[in-house]
Structure formats: C-alpha cells, structure tokens
C-alpha cells in the first residue's frame, strides 16, 4: 500500500494516537518531587551520550481567558526573547552554540520546551530554562513582531489551507460549551488583540515550578539529575496557580453536519468525530476498548472500513479511524474517507454508515482484536527506539491527568481488554447525537 | 488532543534532505562492514539494548527508470510491492505483517528505489521472508494495481490546489525543463492512468540489481546471523542489470519569476539555483556557509532578518540539494501576499551581502560549533541510524567518514567559505516561483 497517501493529513493523528502506548513497564522511570512541587521524571538510555530536556506546563490552549485565543501559544513564541541574563532572541543561539537543537509546542492541555544536547550541557540548558520560568522580559517591539509572527504561521497552517478550516469548524461544532472547540492557534481576529500586557499576565499565573513537569531522557543518572533540578529549580518560588476549571460539555442531542465548499478544495474529503472520553475524563473505562476499537475498526489496511470500502466496494481511496485515549476532558473518536475519483461523498457516507452499523450490531472477529492488540504492544517496544519519544509520552500523559503508574500499567490494561469491553464502548461511543459529519467539498465549477 | 502549533517548523523536504548529510553520532569503530557468504555487503552498528531491528536499503535509480510518457511507474511499484506477493494474495501479506508487526515500506526518489523493514527480533526470519517475497515475487493483481492507482491520482488531485505542491511542481519544471528532474516522481494524472502491468514488470526487472544495492542495518544482531539473511532476502535479484545513463545537468532559468495566481491570503515563494554535488571540493564550505545564511534555524541570518527583526514570515529556510547527476541549493518562505515584494527584497540582499562578504569570524566559530556538538543529537532511533549508513554509502563517504568528519567541518577556512560564497550566493542566480497574490512582484514573462 502507499502510506504517504494513507497518512497524508493524518500524521499528526498517527502520533497521538501513538502516544498512547505509554508503558512505564519499558521505560522504567524515575521520579521525584522538589518541596515547591515540581515533579521531575528521568528516563534513564545510555545509548548515545546525549539528553533530551524538557519543562511541561500544565497550561495549554483549553485554559486561556475567554476572547483571548491564542494567548497559550504566543507566550510560549514569547518565552524566547529574553531575561536580564538571556538577551533578547539569544536564547536559541546559545543553545546552537553549544551544539544543541531547541523548539517548544503548545496544545490543548500543555506548553512544552525542550532542548536536545550533549549530556555534558545538561546543567547550562536546566540553568536557562529554570531562568525563564521566572525572569522572562518583553519589550514591546518584540510583541508586535512577534505577534506579525503568528499571524503568519496562522495564515500557513490554517488560512490557506481549505482543508485545515474544515477541522477548525469540525472541532468548533463538535464542542458547545468546552474550549477545545477553539484552535490552539487562536481565532485570527483575537490573536491580533493580543497584547503585551495579556501575555504577561498569563505568564505569571501560570509560569512557576508547583505547576510544570521537569522530564529528562537521555545518557543520565537519575540522580544527578534530581540534584541539578534541585539546584536549579529548587530555589524557585511557588505561584498560586489557579485550578484548571474549564468549561463543561452539556448533553448533547443534536447531530451536527457541516459542509465546507471552497474553489481552492480539488479534492473532497469526509469526516466524523464523536465525543468521547479519555483515560482521564467521561466513561474512562472504555478509553484503552475505544483504542483497540478504531484500531480493528479503521486502523490501517486489514481495518473493516478499508477493507470494505477501498477494497471491496471501491468507493473510496482511503478510509479509517482513529482515537487518542489521552486528554484532560472529553476527547473524540474520529471516522474518515476520501472518496474515488467520480464518486460522491453521498454513497461514501452511505456504505461506512452501514458498515459501521453491521459492527456495532454483530461484532467483530476475535481475530481482529489479537491483532490491534499485537500491533499496539508491538508500538509500545518501538517507542523505546526513539530516544525523544518516552519523554514526549510522559509530558503528554502528566499534563492530562494521568499518573505516572498509569502509564505504567497502559500495556497490562491493553492486554485484559475483553471483546466485550471493546464492543460496549463502541455501542456507548459512537450515538449519532454526539456526533459532527463533515463535507468537504470543491466549489462547483460553472460551465463544467 | 492532536493539534499541536510549534514554534518553528520543519518541511517535510527539509528533514530528508537534512537526513542526506546530516551527522551520526555512532563512532566510526562501531560501524562495520558485513559481506555475506554470497557476496551481499551491509553496513551494520550491532544495538543490543532494544529487541528490534531497522533495515535501509537502496538501489540507484529509482524515478529516474520511468520511460516517456510513464512518468510515476517507480512510484507505483513502491507502493504495490507489499500487495500481494509469493503464496500470500494482497490481504493475507498485509495480514501477516500486522500479525507479525513488521513495518515495511518502499519510496521512489529522483535517483534511487528504497526500501525500508522494521521488526521484533522475535519476528526477524519471518520479516525477511516477507520482504524477500516482496522484492522477489510480488503479484500486481489487478484490484491492487487499480487501487493503489486510484490511491495515486486521488493525492495527484488534492495537489493540484495545495500551494506548496504546486511551486515545487513549477520550479523543477522550469529548472530542468528536459531532464527526468524536471518532473514530478508521482508524474501526471494522465501518465498515471497510462501504467500497465507490463510497465511494471519491466521496471521490477530493472529497478533493483545487486550492483547498485547498498544497505545499512541496525539492531539486535551479529554480523553472522546478518550474512545469511541478506543473502536469503536479495541473493535472488539480477547480479547486474544496464541501465540508461542519466545526463548530468544544472539547474536553468535564473533570474526568472514566475506566479501562479491563487487565492490566498499568504504567499508560498519556492527560490533556488544552481549548488553544489556532495562530491565537491567546496562541499564542507558551502555547507558551513548554508548554515549561516539559512540552513540553521533561528542562527541563520535569514531567519533573523526576515523573521525576528520584521515578523514577515513563520518559516524562511536554505538548503543544499545534491541529486546524482544535478545540484541545488533551495529555499523557501511564505508571508502575507503585500509583503512578498519585501520579504524577496531582504533574502536578495542577504544572499548578495554574504556571497560579497562571506560570514564573520564569529560565526564561522558557532556554525562549526553547532555543526559538531549536534552530531550526536541524531543517534536518537535505529531507523535514523540505519538511514544515515545507507546515505553515506551512497555518497562515498568512506567507512571511516565517522571519524574524519569532524576535521572536514573544522578545516573550513575564511578564505574557502568566500570563495564558495561568491560561486553560491548570486541573486541574480535565483528562480524563484510565488503562488499566490503576491504584491510587489510580477512574473518575468
């Protein structure tokens, strides 16, 4: 099968969904908690004499003040310029000069920064980023460019991008009331309200040591480690920073459809997500079910929908499921197709209904669910290969309300997942009323 | 939650080209060469901490194979080899690789036909097996060749709207207006359609020879335990097949500009000329020199006088591009439609002040710095690893390469890093295509 049209739009699904196989089992880490409550997890891999450092906020864009999007984001932008000790735009020159690679990510649950380094720069990186955490100066020069900044990552990610706006409106419509139904980019006529004084503001609740994750992975002792977080950010003071209270979801009884038509859409595309919960959020129970569900349900090319769909029925070029177990409050479970050329979204639509119908009435083969359930203990070893992704896993997981041993026991819950267990959480899951269907659509051409 | 907004961004072109000459951090004396008792030559770095194992493997030509007016058969046959092969119909291989959970995968490029294999050890023999059937006998039955192309012309269709397709699209064909490079490796709606079974075939036979195979593996495994694999996987290939020549070219069309018109808020402007092969004398220098002016993120002058100081772009980016028989030297940016004009005007002028210049002692230092101390930073997964023993087997780096790259990137002087510059950085030299609204700049033509 070709996988880059597989994965084409759907890269950054396959992540999240991969961060789920967070098996601590494998990892094995080591964690400690400084007096000011920073939590410090180290995952010691002694394969290349290097460190991956990382401080996870627990502050992402689902926490921000009403009306001001984006808020999240352009302070993490932000957190580069500077401090009395870090001149402004030298914090990621420094870090090259000292032969490292910087960048930081902001989602719904979290802020994150991280530094890849030579394990001897350890202490220098730590010493910077605990700097930040406190220190940070802006000018208003740098706001205002930086905010041009944004602007334009936000015309490159999502303005230009038909395909990218459907999301948008797909995730504005699936949430009523919670702030996930808001881009972590910002709505573009809030971000261009931002001010120096917003971002501050945020900067300070939310920016102090009781309220990040300190994760180093990497050539280490976990020991030594504790004691530079110690030295480091240990004399950091605590913040009062206030819970994190977002709004809630009311029940939902309407299903939702959305069609998105635009001339510069030459390919159309249909989607639907459901609300779901996660490992820490709603009916949690069915969280680890639902993974394995999408999984026989729409993971990859031996999947119902691909099969029946793309192989059997040849309606479609592509079509799938996919689900991430991990999240603070309610997620969503999400189906896709793009159709075959000359085929409507009408008769796409049509078939996954009835396929999906026919699963949720007779079940699945239990063959399926040995399967899904190979392929994600198998992912749990291939993520050990990778040195940056154990800590990207334990960012996730501790920012959304999940434990350490949680992690910890992901695999064994994976493999007492019963075909019942799997099944009810599909019957829960999947209700039409939960649900936002899709179209995308090319503008009709007149004459054609 | 998936959506996830970064501080700076990475083009997907960027990560594999960065892949090409970017550093391993193994040391050299961790490498080995493995040569199997038929004659099959590997290079492998044993990693025994991790149960698993990560195959690259190459063969020279690649897209560069298609005939005229079948532009795209390598990359059909990359993706059809594990759909159906040996006992195994198309289901029952995808099957046996979800029950194994092996990952295998195969890419055509402009010069070369890949493949990659990911595997438990546990699974190691049957891994093999499965990707022996793969290259060796694989099906083309005929809902899979039709799927798989209508898998093909579907992306074909969604890239003829996507900004970024389309600048690159137009460049290569303008830059090699009668080379191979000039087309797109997918090839055309039309060409893709026109690929028979036959076709296939013929390039199957050709595609992959022993002579032009090179691998790099990684992993939980001895060098004897490797011989007998390689030879049992690719022993049964064709010892060698001729293939055309590909003519050697350089980029042409300097100092055009050509705009598509979209409408879109932000312009995608895709500018480059002509760079330098990777066997170049001046290779390190212009390396170096790349860095500084563009290749190094938020240490590169580009960022800092297009981004930092006037907010007109999330992304500006340089980088070499050294293709087998051509070379490149690329960049890119994207920024609000009455800005373009501005924005084009400022990466002219760095390209002409640092190709008049060169760089300042200073930064020769960091980019040195920078280009050593992050050598270790990309030994992070078995695949990179592997990937990394594959390109320089490619490039004649030398087994050794490990060891000596360090000297090469440090022995880059004032004196070479002008002397590149004034070769490299002309703006005058640069095509550029902008799709988009842009103001302040008009097609040449």
Known sequence: MLRKIIALGFLSLAIAGFQAPAAAALFHPKVHTLANGMQVVVIEDHRAPVVAHMVWYKLGAADEPPGKSGIAHFLEHLMFKGTPKVPSGQFSKIIARNGGRDNAFTSYDYTGYFQNVAKDKLDLVMGMEADRMTNLVLTAKDVDTERAVILEERRSRTDNNPSAQWAEAMSAAQYLAHPYGIPVIGWKHEIEKLSRADALSFYRRYYAPNNAILIVAGDVEARAVFALAEKHFGPLARAATPPRQRAQEPPQRAARRLILKD?????????????????????????????????????????????????????????????????????????????????????????????????????????????????????????????????????????????????????????????????????????????????????????? | MMAIVMRSFQTAILCLVLVMFAPLSADATKVREVRSPGGITAWLVREPTIPLL???????????????????????????????????????????????????????????????????????????????????????????????????????????????????????????????????????????????????????????????????????????????????????????????????????????????????????????????????????????????????????????????????????????????????????????????GEAMTVIKEQFALAGKNGITEAELINAKTYLNGSFPLRLTSSGRIAGLLLAIQRQNLGIDYLDRRADLINAVTMADIRRVAKRLLRPENLLIVVVGQPVGLTSSE
């Open chain 1, 263 to 448: 001339g510069r859409v030459s390919q159309a595309g249909w989607r639907r997500s459901y609300l779901a919960p996660t490992r820490s959020a709603g009916a949690s129970e069915h969280a680890v079910p639902l993974s394995l569900f999408a999984d026989m349900l729409g993971g990859g090319t031996t999947s119902r929908f691909y099969r029946e769909l793309v192989v059997k029925r040849k309606l479609a070029t592509n079509a799938g499921a996919y689900y991430s177990s991990t999240g603070l409050d309610l997620g969503t479970f999400t189906l896709y197709a793009t159709p075959s050329p000359g085929v409507g979204l009408e008769a796409v639509e049509a078939a996954l209904d009835e396929t999906l119908a026919v699963v949720l009435k007779d079940g699945l083969p239990a063959a399926d669910l040995e399967r899904s359930r190979t392929g994600l203990l198998a992912a749990a070893v291939y993520a050990r290969d990778n040195l940056f992704t154990s800590p990207r896993i334990f960012g996730d997981a501790l920012t959304s309300g999940l434990s350490v041993e949680q992690v910890e026991a992901w695999p064994d819950e994976v493999r007492a997942v019963t075909m019942d267990e799997v099944m009810a959480a599909g019957r829960a899951v999947l209700k039409i009323t939960h649900s936002v269907t899709g179209l995308l659509l090319p503008e009709a051409k007149v004459g054609k």
């Open chain 2, 54 to 340: 990560s195959i690259k493997f190459s063969f020279v030509g690649g897209g560069s194979l298609d005939q005229p007016g079948r532009k795209g058969t390598a990359n059909l046959l990359s993706g059809l080899l594990d759909e159906g092969a040996g006992p195994y119909n198309s289901l029952a291989f995808q099957t046996r690789m979800q029950d194994l959970a092996v990952r295998m995968s195969f890419n055509a490029d402009r010069d070369s036909f890949s493949g990659s294999l990911r595997t438990l050890s546990t699974n190691r023999e049957a891994a093999f097996e499965l990707l022996r059937l793969a290259l060796n006998e694989p099906h083309f039955e005929a809902e899979a060749v039709a799927r798989v192309r209508r898998q093909i012309i579907t992306g074909l269709i969604e890239g003829q709207e996507d900004p970024g397709t389309i600048a690159a699209k137009l460049w290569f064909a303008t830059a090699f207006p009668s080379h191979p490079y000039g087309l797109p490796g997918k090839g055309s709606i039309a060409s893709a359609k026109a690929i028979t079974v036959d076709d296939l075939r013929v390039l199957l036979g050709k595609a992959m020879a022993r002579d032009r195979l090179t691998i790099g593996v990684v992993g939980d495994i001895s060098a004897a335990e490797l011989g007998p694999l390689l030879d049992k996987t690719f022993g049964a290939l064709p010892a060698s097949v001729a293939i055309a020549p590909v003519p050697e070219t350089m980029p042409v069309g300097a100092g055009g500009v050509k705009v598509v018109r979209k409408p879109i808020p932000q312009s995608q402007v895709m500018f480059g000329g002509p760079g330098l092969k990777r066997d170049d004398p001046d290779w390190y220098a212009a390396y170096v020199l790349n860095y500084v002016l563009g290749g190094g993120g938020f240490a590169s002058r580009l960022t800092e006088e297009v981004r930092e100081k006037r907010g007109l772009a999330y992304s500006v980016y340089s980088y070499l591009y050294p293709l087998d028989h051509a070379a490149v030297h690329m960049g890119g940016v994207g920024t609000q439609n009455d800005r373009v």
